[in-house]
Nanobody, 113 residues
Framework: VQLVESGGGLVEPGGSLRLSCLAS????????MTWYRQAPGKERERVAA????????HYVDSVKGRFTISRDNAKNTVYLQMNSLKPEDTAVYYC???????WGQGTQVTVSS
């Protein structure tokens, strides 16, 4: 069971990034997938979630209208499109599936001029 996040980087305020999370070792298409983030000195925060078939999504208020979660069940991949990035979005971003799946290594997103 593995989750591998990618796509992070350094971007200026107002910029965009697209994160990807490739899952393996479980039946991806049957699980809700969630993106979390953890900024330095802060607790891990749930950012966005998408149901198994992609019909329903949920976002924390601070990213509504800027971030979009999506998934491709044929590719066992969940995405997080992040637009209009702000410095307060700086964090390590993780994806999460079933409870038995270990946390991945995350991908660092830094928003700075």
């Amino acid at each position: 069971v593995q989750l591998v996040e990618s796509g992070g980087g350094l971007v200026e305020p107002g910029g965009s990034l697209r994160l990807s999370c490739l899952a393996s070792g479980f039946t991806f298409s049957t699980y809700t997938m969630t993106w979390y983030r953890q900024a330095p000195g802060k607790e891990r925060e749930r950012v966005a979630a998408i149901t198994s078939n992609g019909d329903n999504t949920h976002y924390v208020d601070s990213v509504k209208g800027r971030f979009t979660i999506s998934r491709d069940n044929a590719k066992n991949t969940v995405y997080l499109q992040m637009n209009s990035l702000k410095p307060e979005d700086t964090a390590v971003y993780y994806c999460r599936g079933p409870a038995f799946a270990p946390w991945g290594q995350g991908t660092q997103v830094t928003v700075s001029s």
